[in-house]
T-cell receptor, first 113, second 111 residues
Framework: RKEVEQDPGPFNVPEGATVAFNCTYS??????FFWYRQDCRKEPKLLMS???SGNEDGRFTAQLNRASQYISLLIRDSKLSDSATYLC??????????????FGRGTQLTVWP | NAGVTQTPKFQVLKTGQSMTLQCAQD?????MSWYRQDPGMGLRLIHY???????DQGEVPNGYNVSRSTTEDFPLRLLSAAPSQTSVYFC??????????FGPGTRLTVT
């Protein structure tokens, strides 16, 4: 079983739509959670961290459910510029292996006009 | 700051050749790592380092060596290239080992 599993997508939505991505992780001892964004043929870049209480950054809302080992990302009022692949990332601190990140395979989003 | 830089951007190797992918960062980050990204597989950790002189293996270390003689540089060596190593390679650095800053990547093809 892969450490981090994501909705495979692709998601194709019109401008202005609300879209949600889900992610599950296997290790209950996971410490930190993130969403990264990756544009076509570019490097991943941090979109936002995910906090236990949930957090919002403009049109983006991230939620964490530790009991279900589940992370979500909600994008409201989608823009053409939101088209990208969204990577769910989990930091599984295993004692001495501090800071090892595990990446999901990514969910591709295309926003059309 | 240049951030994380990688060279070369593209490389074609023949099976059995060796080469070194270069990675440098100017943010004084202690933590650096190498990932490979393959279609449908996501990013997988090859090797990482928590500081100069300290390296450790990630998920897919076979066929690769690393060293960390300075804080700034973290080269990745392919000892004897194989077609299975055709991939996009990303170097990343981090202040705390958690939030990663990625370089632009090296696209490697092994024929």
């Amino acid at each position: 079983r892969k450490e981090v599993e994501q909705d495979p997508g692709p998601f194709n939505v019109p401008e202005g739509a609300t879209v949600a991505f889900n992610c599950t992780y296997s290790n209950s001892a996971s410490q930190s959670f993130f969403w990264y964004r990756q544009d076509c043929r570019k490097e991943p870049k941090l979109l936002m961290s995910v906090y236990s209480s949930g957090n919002e950054d403009g049109r983006f809302t991230a939620q964490l459910n530790r009991a279900s080992q589940y992370i979500s990302l909600l994008i409201r009022d989608s823009k053409l510029s939101d088209s990208a692949t969204y990577l769910c990332v989990v930091n599984m601190d295993r004692g001495s292996t501090l800071g090892r990140l595990y990446f999901g395979r990514g969910t591709q989003l295309t926003v059309w006009p | 700051n240049a951030g994380v830089t990688q060279t070369p951007k593209f490389q074609v190797l023949k099976t059995g050749q060796s080469m070194t992918l270069q990675c440098a960062q100017d943010m004084n980050h202690e933590y650096m790592s190498w990932y490979r990204q393959d279609p449908g597989m996501g990013l997988r950790l090859i090797h990482y380092s928590v500081g100069a002189g300290i390296t450790d293996q990630g998920e897919v270390p076979n066929g690769y060596n690393v060293s960390r003689s300075t804080t700034e540089d973290f080269p990745l060596r392919l000892l004897s290239a194989a077609p299975s190593q055709t991939s996009v390679y990303f170097c990343a650095s981090s202040l705390d080992g958690v939030e990663q800053y990625f370089g632009p990547g090296t696209r490697l093809t092994v024929t």
